[in-house]
């Protein structure tokens, strides 16, 4: 009771004393804090502030598990990280399987909030605009609010429109989602303010630019005017999206289809004419080798590659980001690497031979050297049985003196002279490492480093991820063109992509060219998260995405005759066997139902917002 007493004498002469001295002492700012006041106050606070606003942007699209792996470029290799719930159509709003942060939706509000309080206080600035600091800053913003806007119209349809920051006591906070066609009025809306504020200012790498505002602008107009937004069409090609009574949220229920290509062409237009990229402006094929250097200048983004992105996420190796790991999330586990995101097969056969014809497995030349003669975008994208790559680590050069990628199975001499089997070094039975292999037999090449200095396993590299690249902007064009009948107009571009690695003209008009087309976008921005909202955009998912995955099984057997006691490539040696098959359904069993075509909202967010309306066949 005493020391109860003697507690409670102290604590009240404190408050006497705190109480007797100089107000100041109650006003004092936290040494570790700076007030909100003090933010716009302040120019290079505020662009702190701002700054702060692209860490939505997360790691772009470089996290161990890729959008890719969502369609027919790729599977994911490990178990239970929720792909299979998403490719076998049992995603629900109780159960949404993987959504990465770059469009979760509540992760993307947070963002939002933090671009709508810059754009209240840049829009009534507390300091100059001395070197147009506050415009600068102000676009930049606005273009923040309209890609975060843009990544969930893409996966969600329309959405609430916040375009303040709430404050707390708030009479509601639940807000319904806008039309479709609202959302992507408030989004160009935005992107034009933007470039208009960015117009003619030098930009650091990685932070936004007019020429960025304008790609995304071509980019969200492009979706825009697409099947699947287009509500007649939409719905006559779905019977999901028929009975959504709520079908605005996803399309446009009004206005002409012709006139938002229009607007797609002009915007993409713009960018193509304001920008460079590296085309070169080429009115034939380069030569096989210089086109595929030239498509990994682009996919590294060095060696003039760099002029192709127009705005990227950036990673330095001092950093140590998970978005420099690339290597060792895909690459081959002879290497020590995961092997995360696979490419199949399905993405293999799409690329054409050097002549441009199709690669067919019906061809016997084709079948019995799948690897040869391909489109150099082939070598610089794919990982393939033989392909030659970097040394493998000190303690299993033996295995393999000469750095060439081991898919199958080869038949070997041991001391006796005897046949014995060798498991490829990069397959699930490798004596290097057993559990990390592919299942389809490829690894990815592109956006991994080739430099031999760079050891994936334990190394960060220092490639972009391009959020926005020139030659999308240009295939945006080409699609536009051929929606509104400029055949003529679509070639010419659609060749200068093309001549750029080696390819010949495509000579092709109607429907052949729209094919042509589609599969030189697949092949063109293999795993740059285009693949899996053109298929939805174009309503083509139930022909691709449907389809299962498949992989590659290679043998190698000796030549009579021929010995060889330590395993390498080689055709004058070895008789190879090619056979395509099916995955194990039970590692993975693809399946499209039309309420894939969009994310479902979580149920959380469902039930924190009561005005909110789920997307069709997703409760």
């Keep these: 009771m005493k020391r109860n007493l003697k507690h409670f004498i102290i604590m009240i002469s404190a408050c006497f004393t705190i109480a007797g001295c100089d107000n100041d002492f109650l006003n004092t700012e936290p040494l570790g804090e700076i007030s909100e006041s003090a933010v716009w106050t302040d120019p290079a606070l505020a662009e702190a502030f701002v700054t702060g606003i692209y860490q939505g942007l997360d790691m772009g699209g470089f996290r161990e598990q890729m959008l890719a792996s969502l369609t027919d470029e790729a599977i994911f290799t490990h178990p239970g990280r929720g792909i299979t719930t998403i490719t076998e159509a ?31 206080e840049l829009s009534e600035p507390q300091f100059a605009n001395d070197g147009g600091i506050v415009d600068r800053l102000l676009g930049e913003a606005k273009f923040m609010r309209a890609y975060y806007y843009q990544q969930l119209a893409r996966y969600y349809g329309g959405v609430p429109l916040v375009d303040r920051p709430y404050e707390l006591g708030e009479e509601s906070y639940a807000i319904g989602r806008s039309t479709y066609e609202e959302t992507i009025n408030f989004i160009i809306a935005d992107l034009d303010d933007a470039a208009s504020l960015l117009a003619g200012k030098n930009m650091a790498k990685g932070r936004t630019s007019e020429l960025a505002a304008l790609a995304l602008k071509s980019r969200v107009l492009l979706y825009a005017a697409s099947d699947l937004h287009d509500g007649p069409t939409a719905t006559a090609n779905s019977s999901t999206l028929a009975g959504f009574e709520d079908i605005s949220l996803l399309a446009y229920t009004g206005g002409n289809q012709t006139e938002r290509w229009q607007k797609a062409q002009a915007a993409a237009l713009e960018v193509v004419s304001k920008g460079s990229g590296n085309l070169y402006g080429l009115s034939s094929p380069v030569a096989h080798e210089e086109g595929i250097q030239n498509y990994i200048n682009n996919s590294m983004a060095r060696n003039g590659g760099e002029n192709e992105i127009i705005m990227g996420r950036y990673f330095i190796n001092a950093n140590q980001e998970d978005g420099g790991r690339q290597g060792l999330y895909n690459g081959p586990n002879g290497y020590n690497n995961w092997a995360g995101n696979s490419p199949v097969q399905l993405l293999v056969d799409d690329y054409e031979m050097m002549d441009g014809t199709e690669f067919n497995w019906s061809n016997p030349a084709h079948a019995s050297a799948p690897y040869e003669n391909r489109d150099a975008r082939f070598y610089a994208s794919i990982l393939y049985d033989g392909a030659q790559w970097k040394p493998r680590s000190t303690a299993n050069q033996a295995k393999d003196p000469l750095g060439q990628i081991q898919t199958g199975t080869y038949e070997v001499t041991d001391a006796s002279g005897a046949k014995v089997t060798h498991f490829g070094l990069d397959t699930r039975n490798s004596s290097i490492e057993d559990w990390n292999g592919s299942y389809t037999g490829y690894y990815v090449r592109k956006f991994i480093d080739p430099n031999p200095a760079i050891v994936d396993q334990n190394t ?34 659609l060749n200068q992509i093309r001549f750029r690695v080696g390819q010949p003209a495509i000579t092709d008009t109607g429907d052949a060219l729209v094919e042509r087309y589609r599969n030189e976008r697949r092949i063109e921005m293999a795993y740059e998260e285009q693949r899996y909202h053109d298929t939805r955009r174009w309503m083509i998912a139930d022909e691709t995405l449907s389809r299962k995955a498949n992989i590659i099984n290679i043998t190698g057997t000796l030549k009579p005759g021929k010995t060889l006691s330590t395993y390498r490539y080689d055709p004058e040696i070895y008789n190879y066997v090619y056979k395509v098959q099916p995955i194990d359904p039970g590692k993975e069993n693809r399946t499209w139902l039309d309420k894939m075509y969009y994310t479902p909202i979580n149920r959380n967010e469902m039930n924190r917002n009561e005005a909110l309306i789920q997307n069709p066949g997703l409760d």
């Design 90 to 120: 049992r995603s629900n709003a109780a159960d949404i399987g993987w959504v990465s942060g770059t469009y979760e939706w509540g992760t993307m509000y947070s963002y939002i909030r933090r671009a709508n309080i810059a754009i209240a």
């Design 460 to 493: 960060w590299q220092e490639v972009p991820w391009p959020l926005l690249r020139y030659t999308e902007a240009v295939l945006n064009y080409v699609e536009a063109s051929l929606e509104l009948g400029q055949e003529d107009v679509a070639r010419n571009y």
